[in-house]
């Protein structure tokens, strides 16, 4: 996946890979799974976590460490180094620099403050959307796991009709509202968010009979046998969650 997110951006989007037009057009399509994936794969392993006590502040914590802290040097660190790009051939040129311009038009850019703009950085846009899938994930995991058909339904359908309406109508981008959820509130990124969350429901490890000691086990088993039951050792139980499948 994370070569096709850099296929995607260097040898399809630039057109330096020397493929043919054609060719490049059907590997940039068959390498958008990449994004959607690495959504689906932060919602499975995070959803994982949930019945852990303290389990959201714990991963909010870990996620402000691996997830805000880069993005900000990141922004950083290339804002200073577009600042010397700009300023620099100026300086040079002995010519007065307008700081203060520059500093007003980049300066919520700079670490993508403004929700309804892309990052300096383009690409950390993702870092900035998963943050906030995780900051609401305790709210996306409730309505996956109460009603998972409708949720995920809602989402897909919301998804589908957000990418329809902004192929047919791309001027629509020019309203802060649908800037606001191109940007930052990517349908793409809640839906497969969520389907990872639901796959983790699914996941099935073995019941909690199986994982008790053997004596237990063993007594356990002798009263249900009493009883004219059988215990289900065979059975298999969901993860995290709980998830309705």
Wanted: aromatic fraction near 12%.
């Amino acid at each position: 996946a994370a070569l096709a997110v850099a296929f995607l951006h260097f040898a399809v989007e630039s057109g330096q890979s020397g493929l043919g037009l054609p060719v490049r057009m059907l590997l940039r399509d068959l390498s958008r799974f990449a994004v959607p994936y690495f959504f689906l794969v932060s919602g499975f392993f995070l959803a994982g976590h949930v019945g852990e006590e303290g389990w959201w502040r714990r991963e909010t914590r870990k996620r402000l460490r691996t997830v805000l802290v880069p993005y900000l040097v990141w922004s950083l660190a290339f804002g200073i180094f577009m600042l010397a790009a700009v300023a620099g051939p100026e300086l040079c040129r002995a010519q007065a620099f307008d700081w203060s311009a520059w500093w007003q038009s980049k300066r919520f850019l700079l670490v993508g403050l403004d929700l309804r703009e892309p990052p300096l950085l383009l690409p950390l846009w993702y870092l900035r959307t998963l943050l906030l899938l995780v900051l609401v994930s305790p709210v996306l995991f409730g309505l996956v796991r109460k009603a998972p058909r409708t949720t995920l339904g809602t989402l897909g359908l919301v998804y589908l009709s957000y990418s329809l309406i902004i192929d047919r109508c791309p001027d629509l981008a020019a309203y802060d509202a649908v800037a606001l959820v191109r940007q930052t509130l990517a349908p793409e990124a809640f839906f497969f968010f969520s389907v990872g969350a639901w796959l983790r429901g699914r996941d099935a490890e073995p019941s909690a009979v199986g994982r008790l000691p053997a004596a237990d086990r063993r007594g356990r088993s002798e009263s249900a046998r009493r009883r004219g039951r059988r215990l289900p050792d065979g059975s298999r139980g969901t993860q995290g969650m709980g998830l309705l499948q």
